[in-house]
């Protein structure tokens, strides 16, 4: 059994998660039940936030703060004495859909300043295959003066956090491991374990490790994109998606993916940093780039399909108004980052159509920050159309009934994800 292992459960060794996000928060708060730990953010004001209980990303209530052995600190000198770094920052990538480092580079500065002999640190960002041992450990002997393997250790065991998922936690879903050597990963693989009901799959290598989460969300913006693009196909042959798929599903072996706008900080950017590494290896990847841009074309495509219902109806898109239902990247989270509904806001003004957005969930700070539209305190028909772009909990009990309160005689209903298609008889109706 490895001596850090035990010294760790012993509580004579600290454990510490740099980068508080949707991430390293639920994995901090989940090793402080079982370990000493210690909470790092550049962040002071989101360090505030924790050690008033609050999850400044909304996914936790102030219940899971309670009987955690903690330290929340937005001060580096608070980690010198820590022996197992857990490095959870975001991956990005920059306008022209290129791997943005900076945070990834950034935290692994943190760390490099305080680095002892000894001392394991494990990376859980998302990275294209070899960018832990190419680009961070580097870092971290030239800023620490330590040498890789003889003086410290380093894994990757890639985060699996679903946000606003209730069901697939931390400790429900099997966590895959890695180490620079045997012992590494076994000392790696068993402090997750304690944390990890699920179990651990200890990878061949950290390359490996790298790869088995790029491919996850990779496999699914493929799988999307082909069923966006079907959607394309069948709008112009006039029938829904949704009845095909409803179809299909009854084989046996069918996938049933669903169409729609891909965004967030995972399905829709951890493909481009395996296409940025293929590039960099010789190869295009003509499949997965395809797929990035069949998706990446989705929001223009929503506004485009709903400007020609309008135009239908016999309004002038410049005067017509549109309700936007939805603005984070998905239902019931309040994470706006890449949410692809700017795209179809930004597609509808340039229409000249008058645009109002609505959300539950988003802060209407962060949205004009990011996007530079307004969140609309609340809806005002009638609309000329109602896009719901987002399935919130609170969208799911509205009926044909509603949305006649909200639009025009000819106003039209755009229903993303086909959540009403069977319910609606009178409206003009268009989803995916």
Known sequence: ???????????????????????????????????????????????????????????????????????????????????????AVPTPIDQQNIPDLTPLLG????????????????????????????DCVPLLEEISGLRFHEDFKVGYSPERINPGDKVHTLESIVK??????????????????????????????IKVAEAAKIIENTQRDVNIALTNELSIIFNRMG????????AAATKWNFLRFQPGL????????????????????????????????????????????????????????????????????????????????????KELKSFSCHVDVTDPHADAAQVKHEYGYDLAPKMKGPYDAVIVAVNHAEYADMDEAWFKTMLKPKGVLVDLKGTYRKQIKDLAYWSL
């Open 1 to 87: 059994m490895s001596e850090l292992y035990e010294r760790l459960v012993r509580k004579e060794a600290k454990l510490a998660v740099i980068g508080l996000g949707y991430v390293g928060l639920p994995i901090a708060l989940a090793f402080a039940r079982k370990v000493k730990v210690v909470g790092f953010d550049i962040n002071a004001k989101r360090v505030d936030m924790m050690r008033r209980n609050e999850d400044p990303s909304d996914e936790l209530p102030p219940e899971a703060f309670k009987g955690a052995d903690i330290h929340f600190t937005a001060d580096i000198n608070d980690l010198k004495d820590v022996e197992f770094f857990i490095v």
């Open 107 to 134: 935290a692994t500065r943190t760390v490099g300043q305080v680095l002892k002999k000894g001392d394991h640190v494990v990376f859980e960002s998302t990275v294209y295959p070899g960018c832990t041992e190419e």
């Open 176 to 205: 895959v491991t890695s180490g620079c050597d045997p012992q590494s990963a076994e000392t790696v693989a068993k402090v997750y374990e304690l944390v990890v009901k699920a179990g651990v799959h200890r990878a061949a290598s």
């Open 239 to 246: 029938i829904n998606t949704f009845d095909v798929l409803e």
């Open 262 to 345: 891909v965004g967030g900080h995972c399905i829709g950017v951890d493909p481009y940093y395996l296409v940025f590494k293929a590039k960099e290896l010789g190869y295009h990847a003509q499949i997965i780039d395809s797929g990035r841009y069949v998706n990446d074309s989705m929001g223009g495509y929503v506004a485009k399909q709903a400007v020609k219902k309008i135009i239908a109806s016999g309004t002038n898109p410049a005067d017509a108004r549109v309700l936007v239902m939805g603005a984070t990247f998905k239902e019931n989270v309040t994470d706006i980052r890449n949410s692809k509904v700017a795209d179809v806001v």
